[in-house]
């Protein structure tokens, strides 16, 4: 009895061995490829251990059926073998995907200014990955569950009854069902990619990750905003760099009439001309309202994505707030205020100081009160000085 066992453990010895042997093999053979070929440092780095894991599963497998003493056993081995041998192919299929996903990205990258395409097919890549993966999974386990002869004898049940399944599990999962179809939606209708820049819900963020059911808003200030993909289909959202990152940005004061803004266009010039975050498209200054006793200056700047422009129109309004104090400093914001002599002058005697000599229609004299009571009904008043009314 014991020389079977031994016999068994040489087999599983041998296929351990070899199975090393040709992992190493395969390995140096793809290193070569590697040197001038990137898909082959991805294949090493995604598919090395599941290519290990299938050849050592289909070896022992192998050496079990030949080998082991317990004959009785093998159909429970042959069957635990075969469960292996569905999951570690699922993780090698698992691992291709991602191969061929990160060459495809590789090819398109976004740290470049001029990257609309390239957002676009990393985001639907992403998808199709995810889509691909989750398919491989489902399917691996349906095929493990085939392996059962109780699942099979109730699978013609199972497909009789999947109409009203499918009916019951769409009503139970409408919510996660929409937002699936909603993010597959936003994907490949190029409404929405990964790094684009967005104003949802009232945050200014960047997209970091879009999934099959929700979108990770990575905002300005470090917190991540989660949102239902649902939400981007059916409210309306900004989208800065939809067809591109370029952006124009206001920058408006509110100053005294006495401005010139042709002193504040030369040293706009002047504090374009020494930063790099202008891009050279367009600058402008204008006086766009002028009422309420301010003048109110408009000035328009251009950079190359929503970071920089931030960062210019605070540069900017900076540097010109620093030059209305130190060389208009008339230009600074005044409220007037008119201060005079406010009391009613005698009717016998002339007008005060600073009063004005003109009397209303309806008030300061006795003359403007009769005909103000003409018109309000008032109760006559006897006048003080005498007994006409008033």
């Given at each position: 009895m014991w020389q079977d066992w031994l016999t068994f453990g040489i087999a599983v010895a041998v296929v351990v061995i070899a199975t090393f042997v040709v992992a190493a093999i395969v390995s140096v053979i793809v290193k070569q490829f590697a040197k001038h070929h990137r898909w082959a440092e991805v294949l090493i780095r995604h598919s090395r251990h599941p290519f290990r894991g299938i050849l050592l599963v289909g070896g022992l497998w192998g050496g079990t059926a030949a080998a082991f003493p317990l004959r009785d056993w093998l159909p429970v081995l042959s069957h635990v073998f075969a469960i292996l041998t569905i999951a570690v192919s699922a993780w090698f299929l698992a691992s291709l995907v991602m191969v061929v996903t990160d060459v495809a990205l590789g090819r398109y990258r976004i740290d470049v200014p001029d990257n609309r395409v390239a957002r676009r097919i990393r985001t639907q890549m992403l998808i199709v990955r995810r889509l691909a993966i989750a398919l491989i999974v489902v399917i691996a386990i349906g095929a493990a569950l085939l392996t059962f002869d109780a699942v099979r004898a109730v699978?013609?049940?199972?497909?009789?009854?999947?109409?009203?399944?499918?009916?019951?599990a769409g009503l139970a999962a409408q919510s996660v069902l929409a937002n699936v179809f909603a993010g597959l939606q936003?994907?490949?209708?190029?409404?929405?990619?990964?790094?684009?820049?967005?104003?949802?819900?009232?945050?200014?963020?960047?997209?970091?990750?879009?999934?099959?059911?929700?979108?990770?808003?990575?905002?300005?200030?470090?917190?991540?905003?989660?949102?239902?993909?649902?939400?981007?289909?059916?409210?309306?959202?900004?989208?800065?760099?939809?067809?591109?990152?370029?952006?124009?940005?206001?920058?408006?004061?509110?100053?005294?009439?006495?401005?010139?803004?042709?002193?504040?266009?030369?040293?706009?010039?002047?504090?374009?001309?020494?930063?790099d975050l202008y891009d050279g498209r367009a600058s402008v200054l204008q006086v766009t309202d002028a009422v309420g006793g301010y003048v109110r200056v408009r000035i328009l700047v251009t950079a190359k994505d929503a970071p920089t422009l931030f960062d210019l129109r605070c540069m900017v309004r900076e540097a010109m707030v620093l030059f209305v104090q130190r060389s208009l400093p008339d230009a600074l914001p005044a409220q007037r205020v008119l201060l005079g002599d406010a009391a009613p002058a005698s009717p016998t005697e002339g007008p005060a100081r600073g009063a004005s000599s003109h009397e209303g229609l309806f008030t300061g004299s006795v003359e403007a009160e009769r005909r103000a009571s003409t018109f309000t009904n008032a109760i006559p008043v006897v006048d003080p000085a005498g007994d006409e009314p008033r």
């Open positions: 699978g013609a049940s199972v497909l009789a009854s999947a109409g009203i399944a499918s009916v019951v936003l994907v490949f209708s190029d409404a929405l990619r990964v790094d684009d820049v967005v104003v949802a819900d009232g945050e200014w963020g960047r997209v970091g990750e879009i999934t099959l059911s929700y979108v990770v808003l990575d905002l300005w200030d470090d917190r991540r905003l989660v949102l239902p993909c649902t939400y981007f289909t059916t409210t309306p959202f900004e989208n800065w760099t939809r067809r591109g990152s370029e952006l124009l940005g206001a920058v408006e004061m509110d100053l005294d009439w006495r401005v010139s803004p042709e002193a504040m266009r030369a040293h706009l010039n002047e504090v374009l001309a020494d930063t």
